[in-house]
């Protein structure tokens, strides 16, 4: 099945798992076109100042991979480290993660979930 980007859904969802300001989700396809275990795939954008609050992972993996801007990670310790493009993260098992663009550019980056 090829979806073209110009027939990506679009939801904006406020202060996300805590976050601050917007969260800007563009879906290829719904959780109900998908017969894997992947349960979200979508791309997102955080521009200047917003961010993804601490949420936790018991039930599904969340993979991130940035594909421009840059901002701050936190893999749940409290200690926040520096995304660029090309980076990627991995969470699950009962991990915590946030993530914020403190810069001036979007940060955008692909979120893979993938259920147990």
């Not at 520096?82 to 991990?95: I, L, N, S, Y």
Request: charged content about 25%; overall charge negative; proline content about 2%.
């Amino acid at each position: 099945m090829l979806r073209k980007n110009s027939e990506f859904t679009k939801e904006i969802v406020a202060n996300m798992a805590g976050g601050d300001g917007n969260v800007i989700l563009r879906n290829a396809f719904s959780a109900e076109e998908l017969t894997s275990k992947v349960c979200a795939c979508c791309t997102v954008t955080l521009e200047k100042g917003c961010g993804v609050g601490l949420h936790q992972h018991t039930e599904d993996d969340e993979i991130y991979f940035i594909i421009s801007g840059s901002g701050l990670y936190d893999d749940g310790d409290g200690n926040w480290t520096r995304v660029t493009p090309g980076d990627a993260t991995k969470t699950g098992d009962g991990g915590w993660h946030a993530i914020k663009n403190d810069g001036e550019e979007p940060l955008v980056f692909l979120a893979v979930v993938i259920s147990y």
